[in-house]
């Protein structure tokens, strides 16, 4: 049994966004973080791990330097990790991302008995997009969104959070969660983990790798190949900073004055 | 897919929006989608048609789908249908797109509609824009709109006349926004956050000619790979922050004294006729629950009235309110980034400043 995580990485929005004079983002002037929602996706993969003694494998597909991401996952209790990088990749929207993971995900293998973990939301491209569509590609039961996973047997029931509740579903494996913070909380990297994560194997899936799986149709990968593209890109303007008052009594004045109360 | 796929983009006609129901109720994005799909209609000159899935729906709200802009009504009957599952919902919509062909499908951004949008994309082979905050078809309409909103010298640009849909979403949390097209596959999808557009009038009229065309899909058990043990509701009120008219918001701020902080807030937004929201540092602590948070994880509001108490201002959180008609921010900060966005700001502790605005407005009300 294996569960597989896909994890992006993702420039630290947290506070400070650089965004360069064509209003387009400077990444590199920016630290890359493991996107928060996939921190919980491994976590869930890892808890799984500690109950049936299952593999972790950690797939990302990024620039090479993403493969030292893979590294503090495989620290945390990841057994592997498949680094998903090629040029022909580059500038994908959804659909080619979910295409290229899903090919990858193939490649590595899913079983009857396996799940597949994402995160249901990068914090850069923001769409909870990805999750859904690996799994429509690789023909497997999605839940998203959840908030508890209970093995029994080889079904899972989850909880699959609602904005005004939630609704338990059963699933059988293999099949595709997608994961929120409210799953669980993620742990750290362990003092051993850190030890032997270099010795641990990265598998590099560059485009000849991928290019014959039949999920992989070359011409709807990479920016070219992508369905939707960016028109035009912009930035808002700059509200005029509003106007200072000193207390209570002059805003309730001026509020009053505008018949805002 | 690919024989769909590769099917020509002319032979796609007319606008759709997903009617979202839940328990036999059309959940009110619905209205906002059919009321933004009506302009797109009206430029392209084609139909508006909603889809509505469920089992045994009242009558009298798919044909109110009308008095929202629908010209036609898709109802899709089956028991299967009668709780959203991801499969079954999939199924249902996809294989009528595949038969009718409609040029446009607009998708409520609801924990549902995000599940179902990418699903169907994928499966429809084509592209899907998340969380889109303003849609054209019209290149004249598009231009307008980036004369008021944007960087852009719109007049030295070249833009490409056509009609692809332009769909513009915010992005890094609303530095950056992008105007994306999919101009090769049909239909153009994207979904739209609920609050975000604005529900139109209710027309008799329209609810009185509107074509309902019932449908049962070809749908079996087999085809739903998930069993619904449980449909729970959370036992407390949810908080409708989206349609509020005023929303007064606490962040980290009230860590001092946070019973205190929430009472402040509670009783301010009594007097201003609103409710509460908060940060997510907030929710995240647990002093309020999640479905109080405005920002980009959390909801996008645009009240009449916006006040941040102890709020610092971080994109996230501006993202879900920064189009409110008035800001008002309370800060013992003055360099919190809160008062760039803020119509009005008062540097102070809000445990003071909020029990004088409280006296002060009932003085002025009185
Ligand atoms: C400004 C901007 C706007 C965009 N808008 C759109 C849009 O509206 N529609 C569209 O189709 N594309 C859009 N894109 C492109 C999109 O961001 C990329 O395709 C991105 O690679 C994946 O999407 P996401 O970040 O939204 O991921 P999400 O779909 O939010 O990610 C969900 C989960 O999928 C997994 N995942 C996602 N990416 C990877 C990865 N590279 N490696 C491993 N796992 C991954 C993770 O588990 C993640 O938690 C946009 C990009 C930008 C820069
Ligand atoms: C992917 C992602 C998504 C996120 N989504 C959201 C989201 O949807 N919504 C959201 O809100 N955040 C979101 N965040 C978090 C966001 O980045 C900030 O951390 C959060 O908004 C900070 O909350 P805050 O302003 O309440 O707290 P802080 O940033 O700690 O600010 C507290 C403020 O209170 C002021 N203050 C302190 N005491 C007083 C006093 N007595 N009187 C007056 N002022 C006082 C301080 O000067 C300070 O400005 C997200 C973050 C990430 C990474």
Known sequence: MKAIVCVKQVPDTQGKVAVKADGTMDRAAMATITNPDDLNAVEAALQLKDETGCEVVVVTMGPPPAEGMLRELIARGADRGVLVSGREFGGSDTFATSQILAAAVNKIGVGPEDIVFCGRQAIDGDTAQVGPQIAEKLHLPQVTYVTDIKKDGNSLVVKRQLEDGYMELKVNTPCLLTCIKELNNPRYMSVSGIFECYDKPIDVFDYNTLKDDPLIETDTIGLKGSPTNVYKSFAPPVKGAGMMVEDAAQLVGILNDKHLI | ?366
């Open chain 2, 1 to 366: 897919m690919a024989e769909f796929n590769a099917m020509d983009t002319a032979a796609f006609k007319g606008v759709w929006v997903f009617c979202e129901q839940r328990e036999g109720q059309i959940q009110t994005i619905s209205y906002q989608l059919l009321s933004e799909g009506r302009k797109l209609a009206n430029d392209l000159g084609v139909e508006l048609c909603g889809v509505v899935m469920g089992s045994e729906l009242n009558e009298d709200y798919i044909k109110a789908l009308g008095g929202y802009g629908a010209d036609r009504v898709y109802y899709l009957d089956s028991p299967l249908l009668k709780d959203y599952t991801t499969d079954g919902y999939a199924k249902a919509l996809c294989d009528l797109i595949m038969e009718k062909k409609p040029e446009i499908m607009l998708i409520g951004a609801t924990n549902l509609g995000r599940d179902l949008g990418p699903r169907c994309a994928a499966r429809l082979h084509t592209g899907l824009t998340a969380d889109c905050t303003h849609l054209d078809v019209d290149v004249e309409k598009y231009k307008n709109f980036l004369r008021t909103t944007s960087n852009i010298d719109v007049d030295n640009t070249k833009f490409e006349e056509n009609t692809n849909l332009k769909m513009t979403r915010p992005a890094f949390g609303g530095h950056l926004m992008a105007t994306i097209i999919c101009p090769r596959f049909r239909p153009q999808m994207s979904t739209v956050r609920p609050g975000v557009m604005q529900t139109q009038a209710f027309d008799e009229a329209g609810a009185a000619k509107v074509v309902v065309e019932k449908i049962a899909p070809a749908l079996t058990a087999d085809d739903i790979h998930v069993e619904i043990l449980d449909i729970k509701k959370s036992a407390k009120k949810m908080v409708d922050l989206i349609g509020a008219d005023v929303v007064v918001s606490v962040g980290r701020g009230i860590s001092s004294d946070v019973d205190k902080g929430i009472a402040l807030a509670e009783e301010l937004a009594g007097v201003l006729g609103g409710v509460v929201g908060a940060s997510r540092a907030v929710t995240d602590e647990g002093w309020l629950s999640s479905d109080h948070q405005v920002g980009q994880t959390g909801k996008t509001v645009h009240p009449r009235i916006y006040v941040a108490l102890g709020i610092s201002g971080a994109i996230q959180h501006v993202a879900g309110m920064q189009d409110s008609d008035t800001i008002i921010a309370i800060n013992k900060n003055e360099s919190a980034p809160i008062f760039d966005v803020a119509t009005y700001g008062i540097v102070g502790d809000l445990f003071k400043v909020v029990p004088e605005l409280i006296k002060e407005i009932r003085a002025a009300k009185a």
